[in-house]
């Protein structure tokens, strides 16, 4: 059966191809030419990795994940391979905690004294910056079609509204969520305190009654074609989904009370084998030219303060804007609070 | 018997209907002139970027079909001799295997990716193309025997006999007389074997190596973002290549049977 | 000599599975037997805690709805399934028709997914089409509820039953529905009476094969379904990332895995017991 034949060979081909590439680990001891990045999808733009590729001679091999959870659970199970990681700030302690990241030299960073002070004093999840270095900080809002809403509040209470009853999502994200309604009690959406989060919890079940779904990966593509009017989300997200000649029928805000704030970073795995060339890549991130880039690409408000007068592009808001806001910060074990009340509020009653 | 060809004729085409009008829609939007949902003007913008601007996209394309091929077929070897060995035979392991063939198929795929990361990270078996063919064959090794097997339950057993009876070796019943006259069955386990690898999703995530993407690791990563319609371009190409090869492989069909 | 082959012929599938999955398996048994870590992964320490919390009505109620949806999806399926087989056992271009069904699965599920989002949605092809030939007045919600999910269940495990079915219905001899309807059987009775027993392994097949998927099914749920349309899929996953609560996660898959082999083993016996079945030589299961 000369099928079955060609299969074997074929078969055997492959494995012997694979079978070498498995004999790295002598290879660290080499000058570093590749660079393995774990990054979210659209987060960097490819001509910020290809023109470091150019002026470093090097290769970046880039994987991405779609949510820090799944990033987290892979890695957490051993996968093993990448250099820089760019986890969220409540993802950054549980990795600290966990042992999975290695301690960062800012000397060899000097382009770290263009972040933002301001921003830094806020940042309680790795105060001091030992093992991230900030990347981007933005956060979740609401965004409205003008035409169809008329006139509305700027406030999370806009899904209180039950005229607008099955036109509206929220995201499928328990902090988010449950951060929202904390704030529009006035309470941090870092609360630990069960009393807050029960009443937290009964405001989104109001909401609840006017939601279509809870909805944390299509609401862009759903709203960009007219299928909610009202959507809590990221504005990246929805404004990738756009095209320019629509910008104007929507409408994004920061809600007034202020919401959940994050701040993703570029950490170093403990087990990274290129340690020098990570380093380098976050120092070059920090340039305030190819900065500026990446902030006009993602169209979000820059924290590396000379990149500032390097963007060409406004952002969708303002850091002024999110100056109610807070970052989400790890809750340890009273996580366990959020995630029953947070089952309550999708699948029980 | 007429009308009951014409029946099973209205609901296969009704079938039919219903798996290509999302190929439809699909094909309109590659063509759409920009990324939303709403149509806006005939462009062949996504197609140009498609073959001018997507490195990535294509080796992780490239991967797929590798990975799709060789786990099919070495799940069809595998599953067709282990199909064989439970039908017709009693063995010592035999209850064990009829279990344990079986449970790939119920375990949920998020729990067989990350047990088997935790297997590979504990025996440091570095993750790669290779551990996603692995996975692969795995979760594709009881799709492919329980077709065979149910194939086989009604093979004419006197037909085995006689060939023995006539002076033939095991391995010559095998390929001459077992596989031509299973052929459907083993078709299509390796079919369905080929479907599900190409659009396994959660086990690759886990188990992939750095730089082996898949084409579906490539795709999900983006639903966050908005899928961009160079996806949509990629599918009318993969349907159009795969038409081709369809048509072509029609001889080497009728080869492999020996007609 | 006979009796020594059946060795050689299961031995490679059984090495691999053993090495491959069920090593595997045992550590998520392991798991869900152990303590949770704050941050995921296990502590070294026996505990039940994994199991006591499935004694939840919220996981009940779940379940359950699980149960029904993945049920509806599976009949549907298989009504549908049924004929198409047939049509493409009897044709003379059954390899044509065979990759005609399976060409549009080898297209990305998220892409095909969208599509229906598109032609579904409120502003989606099939509201307009229904809106400009004045059948409704207002778009109807197709989408985004427990009908959207059985829909697009149906349509990701169509053509996994229509396969198993194929190569069951091809090895059937039609001349022995003929020989019925000669000996007076109706049409419907021939079928039910003859065609159907002779291929129920095919059938048993195409059941497992779209059941247990969509039983476990989480993308589906998440992209169509609305609110309420929470499955056993969405709540593994969960467990698994969100709440980091690895034993939880493994004790529902162990739980599940239990009784759906419990359940298949019970039937096949009863399946068995039931037909007539001749035996040659032996080789009874």
């Given amino acids: ?47 910020v990795r290809a023109d470091f590729e150019k002026e470093f001679g090097v290769q970046i091999v880039y994987d991405v994940y779609p949510s820090n959870e799944e990033m987290f659970a892979k890695l957490k199970a051993g996968g093993t391979g990448y250099d820089v990681v760019f986890p969220s700030g409540d993802f950054v302690s549980i990795m600290m905690h966990e042992g999975m990241l290695d301690s960062i030299d800012l000397s060899k960073i000097p382009n770290f004294t263009n972040v933002d002070t301001a921003v830094l004093k ?29 006139t509305y509040d700027k406030s999370w209470n806009i899904f209180a509204r039950s005229d607008l009853k099955g036109m509206m999502t929220m995201l499928d994200d328990m902090r988010e969520v449950l951060g929202a309604a904390l704030k529009t009690l006035g309470y941090s959406v870092n609360s630990r305190n069960p009393e807050e989060l029960e009443k937290a919890k009964n405001v989104v079940l109001t909401w609840k009654q006017n939601l279509l779904k809870f909805d944390a990966e299509s609401f ?23 095209d320019s000649t629509k910008r104007d029928e929507v409408d994004f805000f920061i809600p007034r009370e202020g919401g959940p704030l994050y701040m993703d970073n570029m950490v170093i795995l403990k087990d990274a084998r290129h340690k020098e060339l990570a380093l380098k890549f976050i120092n070059y991130v920090h340039r305030p030219q190819v900065y500026a880039k990446i902030c006009d690409f993602l169209m979000l408000p820059s924290i590396n303060v000379p990149a500032r007068e390097f963007t060409k592009k406004k952002p969708h808001y303002s850091i ?22 947070w089952q309550e509020i999708r699948i029980g009653n | 018997m007429h009308k009951k060809r014409g029946f099973s004729l209205v609901i296969f085409s009704c079938v039919i209907a219903f798996f290509y009008i999302p190929l439809v829609v699909l094909i309109v939007y590659s063509f759409n002139a920009s990324k939303s949902m709403s149509l806006t003007g005939f462009s062949f913008v996504w197609y140009h970027k498609l073959f001018f601007d997507s490195r990535d996209l294509w080796s992780a394309c490239l991967n797929s079909l590798l990975i799709a091929a ?46 088997l990361l935790i297997f590979f990270a504990g025996i440091h078996f570095k993750l790669s193309l290779l551990t996603i063919f692995i996975a692969h064959t795995t979760f594709n090794i009881p799709f492919v025997m329980l077709i065979v097997l149910s194939r086989l339950e009604e093979f004419d057993y006197s037909i085995l006999e006689a060939a023995r009876d006539l002076g033939a070796r095991e391995i010559d019943t095998l390929f001459k007389v077992i596989i031509p006259l299973s052929m459907p069955g083993i078709i299509s386990g390796f079919l369905t074997a080929v479907t599900l690898s190409l659009e396994d999703f959660v ?43 369809a048509f072509s492989t029609k001889n080497i069909y009728k080869y492999i049977i020996g007609r | 000599m006979k009796r020594s082959y059946g060795a050689t012929y299961s031995a490679p599938v059984a090495l691999w599975i053993t090495f491959f999955f069920v090593i595997p398996l045992l550590i998520i048994c392991c798991y869900s037997f152990m303590a949770k870590g704050l941050y995921g992964g296990v502590v070294n320490r026996f505990a039940l805690d994994a199991y006591t919390a499935l004694a939840n009505a919220a996981f009940i109620r779940v379940t359950l709805s699980t149960l029904w949806i993945s049920s509806i999806a599976t009949m549907v399926t298989i009504l549908l399934a049924l004929p198409a087989a047939y049509f493409i056992a009897r044709s003379e271009h059954a390899t044509v028709y065979l990759f005609l069904v399976i060409i549009p699965f080898w297209t990305n599920f998220l892409i095909r997914i969208y599509a229906w989002i598109a032609i579904l949605g409120n502003n989606g092809f099939l509201n307009e089409l229904l809106l400009t030939t004045g059948v409704v007045t207002a778009p109807i919600q197709f989408l985004y509820n427990q009908y959207a999910v059985i829909v697009v269940l149906v349509y990701t495990y169509l053509p996994f039953a229509i396969l198993p079915l194929y190569a069951t219905i091809e ?5 022995l529905l003929e020989a019925a309807r000669d000996l007076g059987a109706t049409k419907f009775q021939s079928i039910v009476k003859v065609l159907v027993p002779n291929i129920q392994s095919g059938i048993i097949t195409s059941v497992l094969f779209v059941f247990i998927p969509s039983f476990g099914a989480y993308a589906v749920p998440q992209l169509v379904g609305g609110r309420d349309s929470v499955m056993l899929g969405n709540i593994i996953t969960r467990e698994l990332t969100v709440t980091r609560n690895w034993p939880l996660a493994a004790s529902i898959s162990v739980v599940i895995t239990l009784i759906t082999t419990c359940g298949v083993l019970l039937f096949m016996r009863l399946q068995k017991s039931k037909s007539s079945h001749v035996v040659l030589d032996g080789r009874s299961l």
């Fill in chain 1, 1 to 47: 059966m000369k099928v079955f034949h060609f299969v074997i060979v074929g078969l055997l081909a492959f494995f012997g191809a694979n079978c070498q590439k498995d004999n790295k680990s002598g290879a660290s001891k080499k000058a570093d030419t590749k660079l393995y990045i774990f990054n979210w999808t659209y987060y960097m733009p490819d001509q």
């Fill in chain 1, 122 to 150: 806020k940042i309680k999840f790795d105060a001091g910056n030992h093992c991230s270095v900030p990347y981007m900080m933005a956060s979740s809002g609401v965004c409205v079609n003008k035409k169809a809403d008329g």
């Fill in chain 1, 220 to 242: 862009a593509k759903g709203f960009a074609a007219g299928e909610f009017s009202v959507v809590h989300g990221y504005a990246k997200n929805i404004f990738l989904e756009y």
């Fill in chain 1, 320 to 341: 002024e804007a999110l100056s109610k806001s807070e970052f989400k910060e790890d809750l340890g074990a009273d996580l366990d609070l959020y995630n029953k009340i």
């Fill in chain 2, 70 to 115: 060789a786990s099919a077929s070495v799940a069809t070897i595998l599953g067709t001799l282990g199909a064989i060995g439970l039908n017709w035979y009693t063995f010592a392991f035999k209850r064990y295997i009829q279990v344990v063939t079986f449970l790939p198929l119920i375990l949920p795929e998020i729990i067989i990716g990350v047990s």
């Fill in chain 2, 203 to 245: 086990i690759t995530f886990f188990v992939a190596g750095p730089g082996s993407a898949t084409l579906p690791l490539y795709v999900y990563s983006m639903i966050r973002f908005g899928v961009s319609p160079v996806i949509n371009a990629l599918s009318v190409v993969i349907i159009a290549a795969t038409i081709i090869l």
């Fill in chain 3, 171 to 175: 090895k059937f001899d039609f001349s």
